[in-house]
């Protein structure tokens, strides 16, 4: 059986909500090693200190609070039903081959699990392929190994797709009832499993060019050092102190 590696998505637009979060996170954690650093050189006022630390504090949660809400936020949207409506891929059958759990629930009712599916397209051969997708500990039962369901290609990403878990009724009889010859016949390409190449979500991380990790990098740590020198012009004889500590006074 052939490996086949899926197409790549292209790099994301720029984000500028996104970039104004990370930028935030950076510069607050480096006003947080600058204050430690002002109070180590006796120019942070000991009254300063206090608030400072504390707005630390309301920031980072706050930050925390925005990044679990936007996490949650795409768990639930993975877990909602798929109404028929908005699934547009051709409707095929799909042998059930392995299933194990992925370690992520949501309200203690829905579980994502990881299916490796042989798929029978209408055109073409047999392929192999890994998703994961959220189901009850109810429906489990339904997706135990050797048994068939009816799997929705993705148009827009080939050798995926999703399970559709509530078919129609005439798509319900063919899993139920298969043609045997499916029953033992193998795959003949494979499309491997993206976890090495996604989030904890299983959402594929794109692919960036050196440059501009490095872009990213460097301004992940200017932002920091932004950070670290704020205090410093912002207090009283910060600036001496802080020409002195580059050794520039």
Excluded: C
């Amino acid at each position: 059986m052939q490996g086949k590696s899926p197409n790549t998505s292209e790099p994301p637009a720029f984000n500028l909500g996104r970039f104004i979060f990370l930028a935030t996170g950076w510069m607050t954690a480096g006003t947080f090693v600058g204050v430690m650093l002002a109070d180590s050189a006796d120019v942070a006022p000991e009254s300063w200190v206090p608030w400072i630390v504390g707005f630390y504090f309301v920031v980072i949660g706050a930050l925390t609070g925005i990044s679990v809400r936007s996490t949650l936020r795409k768990i639930r949207k993975l877990a909602e039903p798929t109404s028929p409506e908005s699934l547009s891929g051709e409707r095929v059958l799909a042998r059930v081959g392995k299933l194990e759990e992925a370690g992520i629930t949501l309200s203690s009712v829905n579980h994502m699990f990881i299916f490796t599916l042989t798929v029978f397209p209408t055109h073409g051969s047999p392929y192999e392929t890994t998703i994961r997708q959220f189901i009850t500990m109810g429906e489990l039962p339904n997706f135990h190994t050797g048994r068939f369901v009816v799997f929705i290609e993705d148009p827009q990403n080939p050798g995926y797709g999703q399970i559709d878990k509530d078919p129609p009724e005439e798509w319900q009889l063919k899993a139920q009832e298969p043609p045997p010859e499916l029953k033992t016949v193998k795959a003949t390409r494979s499309w491997p499993d993206r976890k090495a190449n996604a989030d904890i979500l299983g959402e594929e991380i794109p692919k960036r060019p050196p440059l501009e990790w490095a872009l990213r990098i460097t301004a992940m740590l200017s932002f920091f050092a932004i950070g670290i020198m704020l205090p410093f012009l912002i207090m009283p004889g910060g600036k001496a102190a802080l020409r002195s500590f580059f050794g520039m006074g």
